[in-house]
């Protein structure tokens, strides 16, 4: 779905919230998890990290300025001057704006930078690690990077194309066991699954974090989020220039459920859709002025309005953005 905000940052709380108190809901009055089939259970919340955190404060959000700059939870500004903000003179894509990535958790940051031009990792805590020698500056048009909401894996898709994963834990690089063209839906809410889609082959298909084949499902139907049963993806109908309504499918069976519509106040729509930890589905509705997460029923399309930011400025970066 392009460069977006991705919804792990509102599920694992590290978005800050932007204006008075009131913008925020009260907590919705929780509903069972919704799963196409009838075994599903619910993911379970994300438990493991990479290393242990001297600090317990959260990157808020980082800004481009002459140099990339953090902001933490509780106001204070860090400088990363190692980051670089543009493509360097020799560089075939010189000017270039360079990407800056956080971790959906707010602990962890990824950027190229400026003394050879690779791809590193920090939190506030610990020095840089190269993620993949592979990663150049000099191949941002060929290459693109999303990381797991705890920041324990980044992956890696290719012009080729070509999709693979390093594994920061144990610095390995991990590749599918089976060819793979698809390009990257997400993560479960957990983030133990991954979930791929192919057009030229008319597949979706879920992966351990080992890159190991987990479920594979001929359809022509494109999901946009994997539930935490791994069995489960949300759909988003398209109509008339918008998307109004959502469906579950069923990677077992690729049976789906009827499309329901998305009961959003007027003038709103869905801009993304995810699970949370407990099997719901979150929304993301975007205003030129803010963007608004709800929760929604698969059944009903009730939508429960949880949370409300300030549209981010575009020389800013949130938590979960994925780097494009």
């Not at 933490?72 to 010189?94: F, H, I, M, S, T």
């Not at 500056?137 to 080729?160: C, H, K, P, R």
């Not at 959502?246 to 789906?256: A, I, K, M």
């Not at 589905?281 to 608004?292: G, K, N, Y």
Request: glycine share 8%.
């Amino acid at each position: 779905m392009g460069s977006r905000t991705t919804l792990a940052a509102l599920l694992l709380g590290a978005v800050p919230l932007i204006g008075p108190p009131s913008m925020t809901a009260p907590a919705p009055t929780a509903e069972p998890p919704v799963t196409a089939g009838t075994s599903a259970t619910a993911g379970s919340a994300v438990t493991h990290a990479t290393a242990t955190h001297v600090t317990a404060r959260k990157i808020a959000y980082a800004k481009r300025a002459r140099r990339w700059q953090l902001v933490l939870d509780d106001g204070e500004v860090r400088d990363v001057p190692e980051a670089l903000v543009k493509a360097p003179a020799d560089a075939a894509n010189a000017g270039d704006p360079v990407p800056f990535q956080l971790s959906g958790d707010g602990r962890h940051f990824f950027y190229y930078r400026r003394s050879d031009g690779r791809f590193v990792e920090r939190t506030l805590d610990s020095a840089e690690r190269v993620v993949d020698s592979s990663l150049t500056v000099g191949g941002l048009n060929e290459q693109w990077t999303t990381v797991s909401a705890d920041g324990a894996y980044v992956v890696i898709e290719t012009s080729g194309p070509g999709i693979w994963m390093v594994d920061l834990r144990t610095g390995k690089e991990l590749r599918p066991t089976d060819e793979a063209d698809g390009y990257l839906v997400g993560f479960s809410p957990d983030q133990q699954r991954l979930l791929l889609a192919s057009y030229a082959r008319d597949q979706v298909t879920v992966y351990d974090r080992r890159l190991r084949t987990w479920t594979r499902l001929k359809t022509r139907v494109t999901p946009h989020a994997l539930a935490g049963d791994y069995v489960t993806a949300v759909v988003l109908v398209y109509r008339k220039g918008r998307y109004r309504e959502l469906q579950l499918l069923d990677l077992r069976t690729g049976r789906t459920t009827a499309p329901v519509t998305v009961r959003l106040p007027h003038g709103r729509y869905v801009k993304d859709v995810d699970f949370d930890g407990a099997g719901h589905l979150i929304v993301r509705s975007d205003t030129p002025a803010e963007i608004t997460y709800y929760q929604v029923s698969a059944v009903t399309g009730e939508a429960k309005r949880l949370r409300t930011i300030g549209r981010p400025r575009k020389d800013r970066v949130l938590p979960g953005d994925n780097g494009r």
